[in-house]
C-alpha cells in the first residue's frame, strides 16, 4: 500500500538548535516528493520538490535531501517565526495521486 | 498576482442544507483538487480535475459533488448527504502533464474554508 509517514508529530526547540524532520515513504514509483508548510488555519504552502535520490534543495534556513526511502527537512539555527507544521507528499507514477503524511508541528521557542 | 482564492473563509450552515464552497485559480493550471483536511489526518482527496468538463472521484467523494465548466474554477457542493461535514477544506491546483509523465508538479493551495455544520 503507498503511504507516507512523518515523525516525529511534533517537536519543539529552542531558536537555534538545529534538528531533522522525517518523511518515509512506500510509493509505488514516485513521481516527485514535494514538502510544504502549513500555519494554523492556513493553506499549505509550498517549499520543494525532489525528485531522485541524492537530490538536496535550500532555501534560508530549510535544506530537503531524498534517499529512494526518506526524505529529510532540516531545519538550521531555527527561529521562532519557522513555527508551523511541515507536510510532505509523494505523487504516485501514472496517477494523479498525491499521498500527504499527517505533518510535523515545529515549535520553536525565543 | 497569480494565486488561489477560496470563499468565504469561515462558512455555518444547518444540518440538512446543501453548501456550495468557492475555488477560483488564476495560475492557469489545467488540474484542479480539493482535500479536507482533519485533525490527526492526512489531506484526503474529495474529487480532482485534468481538464473542464471533466473529473473525478477521489478517495473520499460520497455526500460531495462538483463542477468544471471553466478552466478557472472548480466548486464544491457539500450535500446534506455528507454525514460528517465539519472540516477545513482545501482546493489545489496544479501544471498537469498527463499521467505518463515522468516528473509530478507541486500543488498550490487556497487558504481554506473552515465549515461549521450544526
Known amino acids: 500500500e503507498d503511504q507516507v509517514t512523518q515523525s516525529p508529530e511534533a517537536l519543539r526547540l529552542q531558536e537555534g538548535e538545529s534538528s531533522s524532520l522525517n518523511c518515509s515513504y512506500t510509493?509505488?514509483?514516485?513521481?516527485?516528493l514535494f514538502w510544504y508548510r502549513q500555519d494554523p488555519g492556513k493553506g499549505p504552502e509550498f517549499l520543494f520538490t525532489l525528485y531522485s535520490a541524492g537530490e538536496e534543495k535550500e532555501k534560508e534556513r530549510l535544506k530537503a535531501t531524498l534517499t529512494k526511502k526518506e526524505s529529510f527537512l532540516h531545519i538550521t539555527a531555527p527561529k521562532p517565526e519557522d513555527s508551523a507544521t511541515y507536510l510532505c507528499?509523494?505523487?504516485?507514477?501514472?496517477?494523479?495521486?498525491?499521498?500527504f503524511g499527517t505533518g510535523t508541528r515545529l515549535k520553536v521557542l525565543a | 498576482d497569480g494565486g488561489i482564492t477560496q470563499s468565504p473563509k469561515y462558512l455555518f450552515r444547518k444540518e440538512g442544507q446543501n453548501v456550495t464552497l468557492s475555488c477560483e485559480q488564476n495560475l492557469n493550471h489545467d488540474a484542479m483538487y480539493w482535500y479536507r483536511q482533519d485533525p490527526g489526518q492526512g489531506l484526503r482527496l474529495i474529487y480532482y480535475?485534468?481538464?473542464?468538463?471533466?473529473?473525478q472521484k477521489g478517495d473520499i467523494a460520497e455526500g460531495y459533488s462538483v463542477s468544471r465548466e471553466k478552466k478557472e474554477s472548480f466548486p464544491l457542493t457539500v450535500t446534506s448527504a455528507q454525514k460528517n461535514p465539519t472540516a477545513f477544506y482545501l482546493c489545489?491546483?496544479?501544471?498537469?502533464?498527463?499521467?505518463?509523465?515522468?516528473?509530478?508538479?507541486?500543488?498550490?493551495f487556497g487558504p481554506g474554508t473552515r465549515l461549521t455544520v450544526t
Open positions: 507528499a509523494g505523487q504516485i507514477s501514472g496517477t494523479y495521486k498525491y499521498i
Open positions: 480535475s485534468q481538464i473542464v468538463n471533466d473529473f
Open positions: 510509493v509505488s514509483g514516485l513521481r516527485g
Open positions: 489545489a491546483s496544479s501544471i498537469w502533464d498527463g499521467q505518463g509523465a515522468k516528473i509530478g508538479y507541486e500543488q498550490y
